[in-house]
């Protein structure tokens, strides 16, 4: 039986929190709205875009919400277009993959981007055609849904019992728990590890080397 690692993208693959950051900042102002503090915008980073704004804007009309998110997909694919997007691996991402294939697991993703969003993150970094199974936002509802993983488990020909999430927020933790997967944490992204435990988080791992470990006992 096949054995699943599948990973959130932002904030645990590739640290995209500027593009983000500067995507809803300039949506928000094309809008006439102040932009958001930039933690805010750090607390909603794996949500599906149009929840993410309505995170940041509860007490707002749903049509100006999908015009935002519109807005900020605009600005991110503006940016993409000009080169200026810069979403780098984490440290010793690359030597985690090969460790993992080498263990036998095979590779996923479950992420709050779009398809051409991820899609872009695994052709800069040569990553494409290293994951059995890519899940988005476009296809699934909003994290912490367990919708995206258990269609991952399905083309991954797996069971729950072999699968694991890794993720940076407590949506990936929920969404792991709502799934009856294994929840694992990294602490180099958007949320607090003390949160990741509150949220279910079997452990969080410090660094690549500690997730394998955590992965493979």
């Given at each position: 039986?096949?054995?699943?690692?599948?990973f959130?993208?932002?904030?645990?693959m590739?640290?995209?929190?500027?593009?983000i950051?500067?995507?809803?900042?300039?949506?928000?102002i094309?809008?006439?709205?102040?932009p958001?503090?930039?933690?805010?915008?750090?607390?909603?980073?794996?949500l599906s875009?149009?929840?993410?704004?309505?995170?940041?804007?509860?007490?707002?009309e749903?049509g100006?919400?999908?015009?935002i998110a519109q807005?900020y997909?605009?600005g991110?694919?503006?940016?993409?277009?000009a080169?200026?997007?810069?979403e780098p691996?984490?440290?010793?991402?690359?030597?985690l993959?090969?460790?993992?294939e080498?263990?036998?697991?095979?590779l996923g993703?479950?992420?709050?981007?779009?398809?051409?969003?991820?899609?872009?993150?695994?052709?800069?970094?040569g990553?494409?055609?290293?994951?059995?199974?890519?899940?988005?936002?476009?296809?699934?509802?909003?994290?912490?849904?367990?919708?995206?993983v258990?269609?991952?488990?399905?083309?991954?020909?797996?069971?729950?019992?072999?699968?694991?999430?890794?993720?940076d927020t407590?949506f990936?933790?929920e969404?792991?728990?709502?799934?009856?997967v294994?929840?694992?944490?990294?602490?180099?992204?958007?949320?607090?590890?003390?949160?990741?435990?509150?949220s279910?988080?079997?452990?969080?791992?410090?660094?690549?080397?500690?997730?394998?470990?955590?992965?493979?006992r």
């Open positions: 039986m096949n054995k699943p690692a599948l959130d993208c932002d904030g645990t590739v640290d995209s929190q500027a593009n950051c500067a995507s809803m900042d300039q949506a928000f094309k809008h006439g709205l102040a958001p503090d930039h933690h805010l915008t750090r607390r909603i980073v794996g875009l149009q929840e993410a704004v309505r995170q940041l804007l509860p007490s707002h749903e100006l919400i999908r015009e807005s997909k605009d991110f694919f503006e940016l993409r277009q080169g200026s997007v810069h691996l984490y440290d010793g991402l690359l030597g993959l090969d460790q993992l080498n263990a036998g697991w095979v993703v479950a992420t709050g981007k779009s398809d051409r969003g991820l899609h872009h993150v695994l052709e800069t970094h990553l494409t055609g290293r994951f059995v199974t890519l899940q988005t936002a476009d296809r699934h509802p909003s994290k912490p849904h367990p919708a995206m258990e269609l991952a488990i399905a083309e991954a020909g797996a069971t729950t019992q072999t699968t694991a999430m890794i993720g407590t990936d933790m969404m792991a728990i709502n799934a009856r294994r929840a694992i944490g990294v602490d180099w992204g958007y949320h607090d590890p003390d949160e990741l435990i509150t279910g988080a079997e452990v969080v791992a410090a660094d690549m080397d500690e997730l394998n470990k955590v992965l493979n």
